[in-house]
């Protein structure tokens, strides 16, 4: 009886990269529009998000955008452009969920995405400033290794 519902609405795990593969798309369309940015324009797009932020929006309603930013930063910065499935991991990150990832496949690359989607979030004491962010790891080496290369 189980396998009959897991085969008419899927696993969970089906379901929600059914729930995600349009949020892809929506960053795949808004791509050419950040390419066409100059670099000053890039960099003051942390500002109007958390001007509409402060405003309302939450930070899934700037997810797309967030994501679509730091994909063209990175490709501008380090000539890497989240694949698709990175994208995937990163708004996994940010639901709070656990993505799995193999050596060699980009986590580094993927923390990228909710780490700036995050830090943007407004100070309640500064709207102005973000609340920043932490990342965790265990691995010294990596850990330096990374901040200076995605720094």
Do not use: C
Request: proline share 4%; charged share 30%; no cysteine.
């Amino acid at each position: 009886m189980l396998g009959f519902f897991k085969k008419l609405f899927g696993t969970k795990n089906e379901r929600e990269l059914k729930r995600m593969r349009p949020i892809v798309a929506r960053i795949a369309e808004l791509e050419p529009r950040y390419q066409a940015m100059s670099d000053d324009e890039m960099r003051g797009l942390t500002e109007r998000f958390r001007a509409r932020m402060v405003a309302g929006e939450t930070l899934d309603d700037l997810l797309p955008e967030a994501f679509a930013a730091v994909r063209e930063s990175s490709r501008r910065a380090t000539g890497m452009r989240h694949f698709d499935v990175q994208l995937i991991g990163g708004m996994a990150l940010h639901k709070g969920m656990i993505s799995e990832m193999r050596t060699g496949e980009g986590k580094t690359l993927v923390a990228t995405l909710p780490l700036y989607l995050n830090a943007i979030e407004p100070d309640r004491n500064n709207p102005l400033r973000g609340m920043g962010v932490h990342l965790v790891t265990v691995n010294d080496y990596l850990a330096r290794r990374d901040a200076e290369w995605m720094g």
